[in-house]
């Protein structure tokens, strides 16, 4: 045969084979086919069955995109979901099988838009079953053929057109009825077939004799029609319902009418089209739905156990080593500066013997006199006098004669607003490494300790050498003075102060001391300005003007009673942290350094530097060392006015020496220290500058120096016996405990009145009244006080009473809080970027040593995660909500009680840091920070075991992110329990609340108040986000059950970030409610 005549025959074979496909097309658009052999044709079934799935994958995709904007709730992307469920175009054999099994008559038998439309309506009607239809042309009471049995379909008559678009009317379809194809379902009322969606198994039916039933499926054969036959699958519905169309666990089904069981090594669902492998370090035996996890969740949990051990064990390792470098250059700098000062001081005396050998002899061979006595006269004509004879241990600060005390504290306060200190030489510079920065600190603070010895004996002369010592720093110099204090409660309108008047002069130590409730406590309240509940009257001047002392507050401390220290920090650490937030943000970090160092020497805490303050759980220092601590942070800020309550309580002789000199260093440097003393020793009474006497009801009877006191009350009869302390005999004789055995003729109760004779200042009426009504009642016991005419008040309306007073105490403390003032410290102290940075290292140090106590939450986590992932089993029809469900409760109830104790736990100390000035949004926003760690790290924990043990279809990021933002709402709720209940309460509320709110968000939302109730319960959101998450990976065989399951419980596929913002809102609310409640409830 030639090649031309190849050629042509090959070109009409083609052409043959074009117009056989446009007429198929048109057969197949009327459903007209004469000769049946056709559809046997090789050639010709692969066109036909393309032309075919072509008119069903449109009559399918019309379907959906309608079926996706009515379910909205349930398809997110309508095109997404139907290639998942409709797309057969990787294997048309059951197509091509159909087409031979109708004889090309499988056009006339597929459901029009209408039909499925009908069909599909039935499961938005909750009224309705979908396996049963209403009645419709083609099924009613009057017509109900063969094809109107479950399993079976027929055509329409030859001669009609079936148009697949209308979406109205139902075509007439009663002919050729016969059993539906396999790949398809035809339900029971209507007479059409319906291609079953990937992931389901939809074989031809076989008759159990024994039952009677079609199986796979569920139903029966019509009774009277003996000729009827099983057919092929009845029905796509939920996996409750229609739970047998599903591809069965265990296996997996690449097209609607092949089965194929999973191979070892890989896993599959119900519902697969495809097995997965499995994850390594699992087993997979065959036919199995599910990963066999156990030993991979051992192996997990041996791991995460051992890096926790570790943890636990190793937790102080990196601060321990840390701290030891520090130590072993401190150590060098300390024996460098006193070795050079040794050097220096025995050159400096080698100097100072020859120059005094040059000097006599200089005098005996010339005959001059010397010239020391002018020069001594020289340096005390620097100083004011007045006061030497009175106390020779007096501060120059106080007494020069030069400036006044308020203009040497206006250029005090100008020099410290400068942004370097000028404590250094004008050519001394100092290096930035850590060894030349401990050099410095050390040399001068050897130095200062030679200059102290050499002037040890404190006399004039020594002190103006102390004073006029060109590297001491100056600090402002603030003077108090009060005039008739009196402090009144609101609630009762008792005394706690009555016409109180003195003055605290810089440089002086004054005590306060009294019998039990004379109001000690009371003063020091007030004249730093925190007496809240209470009426103040009297006039307080500072330097003589009338000023608010809260526009002083940055240089102005106060040493509360208790040892308010953090305990899980060493000593340095402490004092470190306070000179970093408090002292002026352009100290140079080598006179900050010095400033540490010399509080931490002069209150002897060297041999504890680096031990933990301790806790109740764990030992630390000592109780003497831990109040020098709590005395140190106030000196370390450099105060201008220091307040103590009680410091030397609790502290044995030599400890409240050490205190009291480290105290006396601060008043040469010009601060104004006054304090509360509880009956000291002779010694230490006598290290005092001034003494302040306080009858009870807060009465002066003394105030003045401590030198003249004994004179002041021998001049009143009453005399000191010997060997008996003063200042315990004074306040003996102020109980009424003892009676003076001189010829005094004066009782404890007229001292205040004595005393303010001596001063000159007026005695209030009603003292005079009750001391002469005194007199007559001891001169005629028998008289009895007439009662006053006023009636006793009822219960209810001294209950009212305490309530209004309450209200009244709560209102003055918010009140208090807010107070604002003008600051005249002129003290710049770091921005509150610079303290947030600061608050993060203690944080973070604090963490770190309570890094034990976070290993037990992370274990606790991991063994709650291992329990309900191992006891949960995961339900497909509900998307794994019960677990969830469970996975919310325990999740938050363990995180909420680790986020108590980041304030619980701090209140006292916050309380005193943010009344010393630091930033309150620094110290919360820092502690939430160092919990975004926790907030991060727990998720993890949690899922490493309960989703490898649920092994859910979303993926382990979505339940992540999901996990993320429960923890971090659960924890804002827990910072608002901690900071507006005690901690009792706290942790009861903490373990309710989860249990209670996800029960009300669980239950059915029948009214609109029971559905606004469940918007506003966290769970809630939570549960939707975690079975949204979940329900988005079932698809094609699922779509129903998904759809059914979302209505059901109110959700919304497409709500899956609002979820997530809603959680991150609640978060941020209860942040911002329970910052708001630190600054209202704070004590300050």
Known sequence: MSVNRRNRLKRGFNLRLVILALCLVCYVGYGQFEDPNEFENPAVLPLLTQVVYRRLANNTADLYREFGTRAKFCVKDPDADWNRAFNFSTNLDFVSSCIQKTQGDMGKRICTAAEMKF??????????????????????LTSWVSGCEPGWSCSVDPTEQVDFQNSKDFPERTKNCMPCCEGFFCPRGLTCMIPCPLGAHCPLATLNKKTSICEPYTY????????????????????????????????????????????????????????????????????????????????????????????????????????????????????????????????????????????????????????????????????????????????????????STFEVQDDAAAKSNEPARKSVGKGHKIKKSQSQIFKYAYDTIEKEKAMEHENRNLTFSGIVNMATYSEMRKRPLMELSFTDLTLTLKSNGKHLLRCVTGSMKPGRITAVMGPSGAGKTSLLSALAG??????????????????????????????????????????????????????????????????????????????????????????GISGGQRKRVNVGLEMVMEPSILFLDEPTSGLDSA?????????????????????????????????????VLLAKGGLTVYHGSVNNVEKYFSGLGINVPERINPPDYYIDVLEGIVISNGNSDVGYKELPERWMLHKGYSVPIDMRNNNSNAAELEANPDVVNVPNGNAEQTFVRELWGDVRSNFRLRRDKIRHNFLKSRDLSYRRTPTIWLQYKYFLGRIAKQRMREAKLQATDFLILLLAGACLGSLIKASDDSFGAPGYIYTIIAVSLLCKIAALRSFSLDKLHYWRESASGMSSFACFLAKDTIDCFNTLVKPLVYLSMFYFFTNPRST??????????????????????????????????????????????????????????????????????????????????????????????????NKWNLCIMILLL??????????AGMLILQKK
């Not at 296996?251 to 089965?259: D, I």
């Not at 009861?988 to 029960?999: E, K, M, R």
């Open 530 to 619: 925190k007496a809240v509940g209470c009426k103040l009257s009297g006039l307080i001047l500072i330097n003589g003007k009338q000023l608010s002392i809260h526009s002083y507050k940055k240089i102005i401390g106060f040493v509360p009673q208790d040892d308010v220290v953090h305990g899980n920090l060493t000593v340095e650490e402490n004092l470190w942290f306070h000179a970093k937030c408090r002292l002026p943000a352009g100290l140079s970090k080598a006179d900050k350094v010095l400033v540490v160092e010399r509080i931490i020497d002069s209150l002897g805490l060297q041999s504890v530097r680096s031990s933990l303050v301790g806790t109740v759980e764990k030992r």
């Open 956 to 1053: 382990f990021f979505d339940n992540y992110i999901v996990l993320v933002c429960l923890v971090y709402c659960v924890t804002g709720i827990a910072y608002a329990l901690a900071i507006f209940l005690q901690p009792g309460s706290a942790q009861l509320f903490s373990v309710l609340l989860p249990v209670v709110l996800t029960l009300v968000a669980t239950q059915p939302k029948n009214s609109q108040a029971m559905k606004f109730i469940a918007n506003l319960c966290y769970p809630k959101w939570a549960l939707e986000a975690f079975v949204i998450g979940n329900a988005q990976k079932y698809y094609g065989v699922w779509m129903i059950t998904r759809c059914g399951s979302l209505m059901k419980n109110g959700y919304d596929i």
């Open 220 to 403: 029966q054969l019509p009774p009277g029609r003996p000729n009827h036959t099983c057919g092929g699958a009845n029905v796509w519905a939920d996996i409750r319902s229609s739970g047998e169309v599903f591809c069965s666990a265990g296996s997996f089904c690449p097209t609607t009418t092949q089965k194929v069981p999973c191979d070892s090594g890989h896993y599959c669902r119900m519902g697969s089209t495809s097995e997965k492998p499995c994850f390594k370090l699992t087993s997979c035996n065959p036919n199995t739905a599910n990963q066999n996890m156990h030993a991979f969740g051992v192996m997990v949990i041996f791991a995460v156990i051992t890096i926790l051990l570790i943890i636990y064990n190793c937790s102080d390792q990196i601060l321990t080593t840390r701290e030891r470098r520090q130590a072993k250059s401190r150590e060098a700098a300390v024996k460098k500066a006193k070795a050079h000062q040794r050097w220096k001081a025995a050159t400096g005396a080698a100097v100072k013997h020859v120059s005094e050998i040059r000097a006599q002899i200089t005098r005996t061979f010339s005959g001059k006199k010397s010239n020391d006595d002018g020069d001594t006269r020289k340096m005390l004509a620097r100083g004011d006098s007045s006061e030497v004879d009175e106390d020779l241990d007096s501060s120059p600060a106080s007494s020069s004669a030069a400036k």
């Open 119 to 140: 069909h599909f309506n039935a499961f938005f009607n909750t009224s309705s079953i979908p396996s049963n239809l209403q009645p419709n042309v083609n099924c009613n």
């Open 655 to 691: 400890s409240s020496q050490l205190l009291l000199r480290a105290l006396r260093h601060e008043a040469l440097e010009g601060v104004n220290i006054c304090m509360v003393v509880h009956q000291p020793s002779y010694t230490l009474f006598k290290m005092f500058n001034d003494l």
């Open 1066 to 1075: 609640i978060g941020w609310c209860t942040r911002g409610i329970a910052f």
